[in-house]
């Protein structure tokens, strides 16, 4: 089994919303047909005692209200997918799905109506008219407690899950991960310095469906190429769409005849959408989506914009302070083996940042927040990056002359405010303020 199939199978389990329940539902199967015949062989009732009416009426109301309870869950949860895919972004739906409290609460609710239906089947049978199965109509009273307690908690779960903050958050922190695994090292001198492949090199073209590359097996692509004494070049980057026959990789022709092309092509996992597991922009990407979202007409809510700016200035200030290029992974002897691009400070820089001013370009809590963004992220990160940070606070300050024809409220634009509004400690605006351009700034304020 190739990496790519590997990689394939661990999504689809991650991604699957069957799966889970499937296996409840395969254990409650279980349950139904040997918890019975164990009651019939064992005298002793654990629980409570029911007799054959009522042991059928119990299952029976069981049995029918949980296959109607599901079916309302279910819609709740389609809701509420629905809302979170059109308040963030389109491309948050798959992380709503991959909630396991989901998969196991709905798990629970169709074993429990599976397992009250098969322990039905034997009450009071035409074999043996007086038996009841009472220990087993007691577990299943246990698992009807279970899901009201796994209803309330998705409930809870979904209706804080869908805060603005909440899903912020998480996103943010799953994002500081990823870029604590694939940028590890801090920034160091000459790290724009990126190796290539200078001598002659075959090109090995992608097969099979075209689709975003989600993931690659760096760490068998290292090893192949040292153990074939060459160096492999991946040509597009992680995150970006490939065409069927376009260059995948470029292979050093010293020592690369050893390594398959059909190796090569199921190092790379290729998909419909992008994922975070090796692609740190697309967490930028998402956070752009929410900000820019909010700032629509249709919305109109520039607080969730700064919200989004909150954790945008988090993964910013982390990753100006890691080594981002040259893009190569090395082996054990610190001899490049895997070159591939990867984004630069601008690139990051330019995700985070310019769609947010653009599209808030009206509103003076944005522009305030990307200012004490901009001016904060100056003072975190070396000084070869703040070149880019002093072009972005040049945009800023040109964009709030356009925006803003008023005296006093270009003022306000530009101040710095980590709040967006409410924080800078200026008690009131001077009467007769003039041009709010940066340099009168400290003379007006």
């Not at 199978?9 to 919303?17: I, P």
């Not at 200030?317 to 090395?330: E, K, N, V």
């Amino acid at each position: 089994m190739s990496w790519r199939t590997r990689w394939r199978v661990y999504e689809y389990v991650r991604n699957s919303l069957w799966i889970v329940p499937g296996l409840f539902v395969t254990l409650a199967i279980a349950m139904g047909i040997v918890l019975p015949d164990l009651d019939e062989s064992v005298e002793t009732t654990i629980g409570v005692s029911f007799g054959a009416e009522a042991g059928r009426g119990v299952l029976g109301a069981l049995a029918g209200g949980m296959i109607t309870f599901t079916g309302f869950v279910f819609s709740i949860l389609l809701l509420a997918v629905q809302f979170g895919s059109s308040q963030f972004s389109p491309r948050m739906l798959r992380r709503f799905l991959r909630d396991p409290n989901t998969k196991v609460a709905l798990g629970i609710f169709m074993a429990t109506f599976i397992y009250a239906l098969l322990v039905l089947r034997v009450v009071g049978t035409a074999d043996q008219e007086s038996f009841v199965p009472s220990t087993s109509i007691s577990i299943a009273l246990l698992m009807l407690l279970l899901s009201m307690v796994m209803f309330l908690r998705l409930i809870n779960r979904t209706t804080q899950g869908m805060r603005v903050a909440a899903v912020l958050q998480v996103l943010g922190r799953d994002a500081r991960g990823v870029i604590d695994r694939v940028y590890a090292d801090p920034v160091g001198e000459g790290e724009d310095v990126r190796p290539t492949i200078t001598g002659p090199a075959r090109t090995v073209p992608h097969s099979g469906e075209p689709g975003v590359i989600q993931s690659i097996d760096s760490e068998g692509l290292v090893a192949r190429a040292a153990a074939a004494g060459t160096v492999i070049e991946l040509v597009p980057r992680v995150g970006e769409l490939i065409a069927t026959g376009a260059p995948l990789f470029r292979v050093a022709e010293e020592g690369g005849a050893g390594i398959d092309d059909s190796w090569l092509q199921g190092a790379v996992a290729v998909g419909d959408e992008r994922t975070m597991r090796q692609d740190p922009a697309f967490a930028f990407r998402l956070l752009a989506d929410i900000s820019a979202k909010a700032l629509s007409p249709g919305v109109n809510d520039p607080t969730t914009s700064v919200q989004a700016l909150d954790q945008i200035e988090l993964l910013l200030r982390q990753i100006g302070g890691r080594r981002l290029t040259p893009g190569a992974r090395r082996d054990e002897t610190g001899v490049p083996r895997l070159l591939h691009p990867v984004p630069s400070w601008e690139d990051f820089l330019d995700l985070a940042i310019d769609e947010t001013r653009h599209f808030g370009e009206g509103s003076v809590q944005v522009t305030r927040r990307l200012r004490a963004l901009l001016e904060d992220l100056r003072e975190a990160v070396p000084e070869p990056r703040r070149a880019a940070i002093d072009a972005e606070l040049e945009l800023v300050d040109a964009s709030a002359e356009r925006a803003f024809s008023d005296r006093g409220d270009r003022v306000s634009a530009a101040s710095r405010d980590r709040q967006g509004l409410g924080s800078t400690g200026q008690r009131h605006r001077p009467p007769g303020a003039g041009t709010g351009t940066a340099d009168e700034r400290q003379a007006l304020l």
